[in-house]
């Protein structure tokens, strides 16, 4: 088959679409024929040498597929070839064909074309995880996300004010405000033009920024507000004011999905096929596609998420 190679570390361009061995399916995997995957940030980090698969998964990038399912495994009874799935990868996702542990499958939602459902596995268990089972969020209380058009912030603005959430968001210009506003955020703030320490008070925090943002998440959290912290784009070290948050009587939360052990990502799939897939074929949820690039030409789409001009997922289409 073929597959995304990473030749060495670097930009775009050490992408290349080669002819490599066939994924082995073990007793518990799903092998799916690849419709399409979807680029993450933990796409980049890995190409530019910066962040490394789990040991013992596969060396291709690519956090998440939609597909057809063309063989199972011994043990597996939940699925069966020519089902239409989408997956949660630890990587491999940029290939023809990719072996998926059956935990981290998932049927297609209600009225998402194939093709668009390889942009909500990652978002979707990504948010779900972290907003709702880590960060508590419930209806009525108020949540900032920060990178409101970004594949997970479209998705976070769109689930927690489906679930009766008051939605604050931060964005980079007048256009992407526009279209976050469109999707549900009842504030939009423009980090280049206030800060959104001073704008807003939140019960819960979902942070891509790590150390930049760390003083002004705990200035904007509420008294038991809860931050969760899923990337460290501003950096990865900062001290906190500690006073502020016995004072607050809040929590700091930093996570990531990849590196997680089958089962527990199982348990987060299970509770996304149950809570979100129904808010997602009832429409009141919806991947936001920014553009469908060949997966050939995924150099070409990591430069659209290197240029952060984008709405939503980029998805590498086959």
């Known amino acids: 088959m073929r597959a995304i190679e990473i030749a060495e570390p670097g930009g775009p361009e050490v992408l290349k679409w080669r002819e490599v061995p066939e994924p082995r399916v073990e007793r518990g995997d799903v092998l799916i024929e690849v419709t399409a995957s979807a680029v993450n940030r933990a796409d ?36 069966k070839p020519g089902d239409e799935v989408c997956a949660l990868l630890a990587g491999g996702g940029y290939a023809e064909r990719v072996a998926a542990p059956w935990q981290q499958v998932m049927p297609v939602p209600e009225r998402v074309p194939l093709r ?10 990504t948010v779900w995880s972290n907003v709702f089972m880590i960060g508590r969020l419930r209806k009525g209380e108020t949540l900032l996300v920060h ?42 703030i423009n980090y280049r033009e206030e800060d ?14 790590g150390a930049k943002y760390l003083a002004g998440n705990v200035k904007a959290l509420k008294t038991g507000g809860r931050l969760v912290i899923i990337g460290l784009q501003g950096g990865r070290k900062a001290e906190i004011d500690l006073g502020a948050m016995l004072a607050k009587r809040a929590a700091v939360h930093a996570t990531t999905l990849r590196a997680r052990p089958v089962d527990d990502k199982g348990v987060i799939v299970r509770s996304v096929v149950d809570n979100v897939w129904p808010l997602v074929g009832a429409g009141a949820v919806r991947p936001v596609v920014h553009a469908e690039v060949p997966m050939a030409d995924a150099a070409e ?15 590498l289409v086959r």
Request: glycine content about 12%; aromatic content about 6%; overall charge negative.
């Open 44 to 79: 980049v980090l890995q190409r530019q040498g910066f962040y490394d698969p789990p040991p013992g998964t596969s060396p291709y990038p690519g956090l998440e597929v939609s597909g057809v399912v063309a063989e199972v495994g011994a043990d597996v009874e939940q699925f």
């Open 196 to 209: 959104f320490a001073d704008k807003v008070r939140a019960d819960v925090i979902l942070d891509i920024m």
């Open 301 to 315: 789409a990591h430069r659209m998420l290197d240029s952060g001009e984008h709405v939503g997922k980029i998805l």
């Open 147 to 188: 990178g409101g058009a970004s594949g997970i912030g479209t998705f976070a603005v769109q689930l927690a004010k489906a679930l009766g959430a008051h939605v604050v968001t931060t964005v980079g210009s007048a256009e992407k405000a526009e279209r976050v506003r469109a999707l549900g955020a009842d504030e939009v």
């Open 116 to 125: 668009e459902a390889a942009g909500l596995p990652e978002v979707a268990c």
